[in-house]
């Protein structure tokens, strides 16, 4: 089965850049997406097809994917963005989701 | 606006059997695919398979095969999550997702299924 890697958490402090990787063998010829997932509630596409933001999400969110590593960029880290992110892409026909950062702005 | 509305809350014994429902609307339902995610209690997300809205067929993920069936009714808009021989550790979340393109772009509510004697 394909697995997806992501560091369990990520600090930040307001108004710096957050970085959030995910890992897996030769991701970059794939489609990343990436999801924010606050407490208590469902999760939230903030970047699908590697790169593309949905309308109503930020400009601060930005996203890359090449080699093994797709990456999430929080540029401008507001309070309001410490949340679980997760990324996810298809193996074939078989969605994969990474285990998940925890975002800390501090 | 597109909508997903899962079912409520469900409390079951060990073996009992669930079915979930996930109605849909502000889209045509036949159009987009449909997803089924399960979040364990403080774990991560976790794809249980799609369903092809046209023809009704299911892609489980190996996980998930055997006592997970999904299925749908395109007369209401609405998709189904049925749960065979419930375990204890069935426990979570589970919740719909839309697929466009690649990416879930909208998500029910959530539906938690607690299995507990």
């Known amino acids: 089965s394909y697995d997806l890697t992501q560091p369990p958490s990520v600090s930040v402090s307001p108004g710096q850049t957050a970085i959030i990787t995910c890992s897996g063998d030769?991701?970059?010829?794939?489609?990343a997406c990436w999801y924010r997932q606050k407490p208590g509630q469902s999760p939230v596409l903030v970047i699908s097809q590697n790169t593309k933001r949905p309308s109503g999400i930020p400009e601060r969110f930005s996203g890359s994917n090449s080699g093994d590593t797709a990456t999430l960029t929080i540029s401008g880290t507001q309070p309001m963005d410490e949340a679980d992110y997760y990324c996810?892409?298809?193996?074939?026909?078989?969605?994969?989701f990474g285990g998940g950062t925890k975002l800390s702005v501090l | 606006q597109v909508q997903l509305v899962q079912s409520g809350s469900e409390l079951k014994k060990p073996g009992a059997s669930v079915k979930i429902s996930c109605k849909a609307s502000?889209?045509?339902?036949?159009?987009?695919?449909m997803n089924w995610v399960r979040q364990a209690p403080g774990q991560g997300l976790e794809w249980v398979g799609w369903?092809?809205?046209?023809?009704?067929?299911?892609t489980y993920a190996q996980a998930f095969t055997g006592r997970f069936v999904m299925s749908l009714d395109p007369s209401v808009s609405t998709a189904f999550l049925q749960i065979n021989s419930l375990k204890a550790e069935d426990t979570a979340i589970y919740y719909c997702a839309r697929i466009v393109m690649v990416g879930f772009d909208s998500w029910g509510q959530g539906t938690r299924v607690t299995v507990s004697a």
């Open positions: 369903l092809n809205t046209n023809t009704g067929n299911p």
């Open positions: 030769k991701l970059g010829t794939k489609f």
């Open positions: 502000g889209y045509t339902f036949t159009s987009y695919p």
């Open positions: 996810q892409t298809w193996d074939g026909s078989t969605g994969v």
